[in-house]
T-cell receptor
Framework: GAVVSQHPSRVICKSGTSVKIECRSL??????MFWYRQFPKQSLMLMAT?????????EQGVEKDKFLINHASLTLSTLTVTSAHPEDSSFYIC????????????FGPGTRLTVL | GNSVTQMEGPVTLSEEAFLTINCTYT??????LFWYVQYPGEGLQLLLK?????DKGSNKGFEATYRKETTSFHLEKGSVQVSDSAVYFC???????????FGKGTKLTVNP
């Protein structure tokens, strides 16, 4: 099946620094990827839709200058949390839209971000 | 827009017990319906799906039937195992979009 990886799986950083999270589709090309945020014991909140070669589309209430998304190739999307603060600590999950007519989303394993 | 309402739990069962997690939906038309599972510390995995009314999705002993009459997609398993302990999410596409709308998740704990 289609595999999506994320790197790093876990990151701890100091307040004010920036953190980049990578999302890769390993065995398929994905023109569309999604970035989600999940707070403890809560559901996934869609942050943005990432389209290869174009600007990401952000959901209402998500700061695009805070969460920079770059989808530079058909297998890689990155999320950069700029000037991270403790309230940005969360579990970030990406998904990639698979090939074919089913348009199924395949999810990465997630990245745990802790901002001190 | 499309939405799902999912039984919130948590649910605690003994091994080999019967499991039902309720999910009802509101949607325009008949979109595909999904159940995802999230094991501790991991991302989501598609557990099963149904693409049209009356379809039954099944995987790893889990089943769910797309019922348009009751707008439901309840997840069932006849005999749960400790390894089934996880959070289960019901989901469907947002109307006219490829985005997914998720339920709040139901945490299942299975005790030996």
């Amino acid at each position: 099946g289609a595999v999506v990886s994320q790197h790093p799986s876990r990151v701890i950083c100091k307040s004010g620094t920036s953190v980049k999270i990578e999302c890769r589709s390993l065995d398929f090309q994905a023109t569309t990827m999604f970035w989600y945020r999940q707070f403890p014991k809560q559901s996934l909140m869609l942050m943005a839709t990432s389209n290869e070669g174009s600007k990401a589309t952000y959901e209402q209430g998500v700061e695009k200058d805070k969460f920079l998304i770059n989808h530079a190739s058909l297998t890689l999307s990155t999320l950069t949390v700029t000037s991270a603060h403790p309230e940005d600590s969360s579990f970030y999950i990406c998904s990639a839209m698979g090939p074919g007519p089913s348009r199924e989303q395949f999810f990465g394993p997630g990245t745990r971000l802790t901002v001190l | 827009g499309n939405s799902v309402t999912q039984m919130e739990g948590p649910v605690t069962l003994s091994e080999e017990a019967f499991l039902t997690i309720n999910c009802t939906y509101t949607a325009t038309g008949y979109p595909s319906l999904f159940w995802y599972v999230q094991y501790p510390g991991e991302g989501l995995q598609l557990l099963l799906k149904a693409t049209k009314a009356d379809d039954k999705g099944s995987n790893k002993g889990f089943e769910a039937t797309y019922r348009k009459e009751t707008t439901s997609f309840h997840l069932e398993k006849g005999s749960v195992q400790v390894s089934d302990s996880a959070v289960y999410f019901c989901a469907l596409p947002e109307g006219g979009s490829e985005k997914l709308v998720f339920g709040k998740g139901t945490k299942l704990t299975v005790n030996p």
